[in-house]
Nanobody, 125 residues
Framework: QVRLVESGGGLVQPGGSLRLSCEAS????????IGWFRQAPGKEREAISC???????KYVDSVKGRFTISRDNAKNTVYLEMNSLKPEDVGKYYC???????????????????WGQGTQVTFSS
């Protein structure tokens, strides 16, 4: 019943921009916080951002000032706008639903109970 579907990934140049979408179904974004995670090739999945039901936001240091997370409750969709992209930003990006209305710190995978399938972000040569 609960589903999260990511989209918007693709090829980008270093310094470029990309906006990812996370469409939720089976629940309302007015009730749960949503986080974004990514997994680079050969690395473990890491949390990068989270947004609460009150639109309070959290970012890890590596993306602060470059990424922006937002919500559109009418569309039941969370967005991640990525600017000034760096080579280390490549990977598969996932959105996930928390078990709470907020974003418990520190951000941990175990604080998120539902996951999407991910969308790939790669760099063009």
């Amino acid at each position: 019943q609960v589903r999260l579907v990511e989209s918007g990934g693709g090829l980008v140049q270093p310094g470029g921009s990309l906006r990812l979408s996370c469409e939720a179904s089976g629940f309302s974004l007015e009730d749960y916080g949503i986080g974004w995670f990514r997994q680079a090739p050969g690395k473990e999945r890491e949390a990068i951002s989270c947004i609460t039901t009150n639109s309070a936001t959290k970012y890890v240091d590596s993306v602060k000032g470059r990424f922006t997370i937002s919500r559109d409750n009418a569309k039941n969709t969370v967005y991640l706008e990525m600017n000034s992209l760096k080579p280390e930003d490549v990977g598969k990006y996932y959105c996930a639903r928390t078990l709470f209305t907020s974003c418990p710190l520190p951000l941990r995978e175990h604080s998120f109970g539902w996951w999407g399938q991910g969308t790939q972000v790669t760099f063009s040569s």
